[in-house]
């Protein structure tokens, strides 16, 4: 058998790189979201957190903050944080729709949050989370912890609350990371 066969004779005998990525992303998922408890006390307030997070919702309430407590430069803060958001909004959907990965299928289990119609990969909670985040944490350091605990959280209920995979997630981390910090570095509040 000449050499150049057998690569692909060997590759045939196990899973592709992606399809063995893939099965880690949907075990770690379901142990996420299938095998630990869902009692009401969890459920009800995480599912409000994410729900409040939709569209980006929850950042333009925190980002409105300084504006509505009268701090100086207020409105400022707000367009800063709140155009950073929406923009990644923008982009993280565009970005679903060129991967157009599904949703976890939600057959036998309660279904906790209404199912969002977006594709799931990546996460835009998980994006507009880390941009949110940078872009309020730079303006306010006493912040950044109580913000950071709050992606934290959104980001694990979206799998616990059964509408994302990890990966999605992650994704959504690596991309907010990747549009939040030029955007703190390039673009300054006066």
Known sequence: MPLTQAPAEVASDRPSLRRRLSALDHVASAAVAERLPHPRLLTLPLGAISLSANYGILWFLLAAIPWLSGAAHGRTVFVYVAGAVFATELITNVIKRLFDRRRPAQTGLDQLIPMPVSQSFPSSH???????????????????????????????????LRVHYVTDVVGGLLLGAALGVPYILLVHVT
């Open 126 to 160: 998980a994006s507009m989370g880390v941009v949110g985040w940078l872009a309020l944490g730079s303006l306010y350091p006493e912040w950044r912890a109580g913000l950071i605990a709050l992606v934290a959280v959104l980001c694990f209920s979206r799998v616990y």
